[in-house]
């Protein structure tokens, strides 16, 4: 088991996983080239469907690998884990927003809907950090990167609420593994704004109030790249966080950390 320090960031010459790859416009595949232009040495990029990822493997050359899994299915996230025993660093992307609407109790969002939502984002995006975990805890200079929301610190209303929900689980859930696994596997979390995704497109466009984050949403490219940027100067620990929202966001976040520390309450 190797034992982990603070020190300078890298992703040169690491086996780094993405998550959510098979949108062209997501982020998941933004991450994927930002690892590849930072010089990791191989990313294995996944999608449901293995061929989802060719494109990148078109784009980005040999150094892309394809994967298929599906998040919210635990024998699908065994076998990956089985077929990257190399992997040092995991950018935990996958997630799921839903169609949304002007309201939570009136839809357009069912049960089906809500719960999809809840399995891809919380138990989909655990399930595939707990599966990595041990590989990490393993393997050298490791970690483990959560990709959540600022909506995590926010309430935008309307059937955003849900969405925003599974990202406050999913950082209660990473400050947890954090505290686990820490002196082994450095843990931390990125918190995009609104970043023009299809996801984001399909999760605003039945509500003229949230559309207009669509206005001010950041490129996925341009975002993913000032993440890697801001990560291998900084390291993973403490959040990256997007736009001016974000700002804030961490403010928030660090006071209640800071405030968690004095209580000697766990936190990250």
Excluded at 2 to 30: C, M, N, R
Excluded at 101 to 119: H, I, N, S
Excluded at 247 to 255: T, W
């Amino acid at each position: 088991m190797t034992e982990q320090t603070s020190k300078p960031y890298s992703l040169d010459g690491k086996v780094v996983l993405v998550t959510g790859a098979s949108k062209p416009d997501g982020l998941g595949a933004a991450f994927v080239r930002a690892a590849v232009k930072k010089g990791a040495a191989k990313v294995y990029a996944t999608g449901r469907k293995v061929e989802a990822v060719d494109f990148l493997v078109k784009e980005c050359g040999d150094k892309v690998v394809g994967k298929e899994l599906e998040v919210t299915n635990s024998a699908s996230v065994h076998a990956l884990a089985e077929s990257c025993k190399d992997l040092q660093v995991l950018i935990n992307s996958a997630g799921y927003m839903g169609h949304g609407g002007d309201t939570l109790l009136g839809g357009p969002m069912d049960e089906a809907e809500r719960r999809k939502v809840f399995d891809v984002n919380i138990w989909g995006a655990l399930s595939v950090s707990l599966a990595f975990a041990p590989i990490l805890s393993a393997n050298t200079d490791s970690s483990l990167i959560v990709v959540s929301s600022v909506g995590a610190f926010t309430n935008f209303g309307g059937s955003m609420a849900i969405y925003n929900a599974t990202n406050a689980a999913k950082d209660v859930l990473t400050a947890g593994l954090s505290a686990e696994l820490a002196g082994k596997v450095r843990v931390g979390s990125i918190y995009p704004g609104p970043v023009k995704t299809d996801m984001l497109k399909k999760g605003v466009v039945d509500d003229p109030k949230q559309a207009g984050y669509l206005d001010t949403a950041a490129e996925p490219q341009e975002f993913a790249d000032a993440a890697m940027a801001y990560l291998e100067a900084h390291g993973p620990e403490g959040g990256i966080f997007g736009d001016e929202l974000g700002k804030m966001c961490k403010v928030i976040r660090d006071a209640t950390h800071a405030k968690a520390s004095e209580l000697e309450m766990m936190a990250y």
